[in-house]
């Protein structure tokens, strides 16, 4: 089982930045791919980006592209998250997850992850 811990969120104004961060930690750690999901009040979880834990590759949802980026420190196992140009839609709880399965798409659902976080929220005031 892998224990992940989210960090880095808090209250920015309209296009402020944000850098969250996931530390990844446990036994048996086979992890393939690691991603970001958020959920806003209300809302379902909603995949926002993901990585592949060895090449780094990363795919990304169509609101966030060009603003957002993920990436990964192997060594530490740690992913993160910078977030430019935040907006008020950005507003949720951000959750970090991670899957024993590598995948390419950028149409992930939570239900493709086997380890999830507690959370991290991110407020964006206009």
């Known amino acids: 089982q892998v224990q992940l811990v989210e960090s880095g969120g808090g209250l920015v104004q309209d296009g402020g930045s944000l850098k969250l961060s996931c530390a990844a930690s446990?036994?048996?750690?086979?992890?393939?791919?690691m991603a970001w999901f958020r959920q806003a009040p209300g809302k379902e979880r909603e995949f926002v980006s993901a990585?592949?834990?060895?090449?780094?590759?990363?795919v990304y949802t169509d609101s966030v592209k060009g603003r957002f980026t993920s990436s990964r420190d192997n060594a530490q196992n740690i992913m993160y998250l910078q977030m430019n140009s935040l907006k008020p839609v950005d507003t949720s709880v951000y959750y970090c997850?991670?899957?024993?399965?590598?995948?390419?798409?950028?149409?992930?659902?939570?239900?493709?992850?086997?380890?999830w976080g507690q959370g991290t929220q991110v407020t964006v005031s206009s």
């Open positions: 446990g036994r048996n750690f086979n992890i393939r791919t």
């Open positions: 997850a991670a899957a024993r399965i590598t995948y390419y798409s950028n149409n992930l659902l939570p239900g493709n992850f086997d380890s």
């Open positions: 990585i592949t834990w060895s090449s780094g590759r990363t």
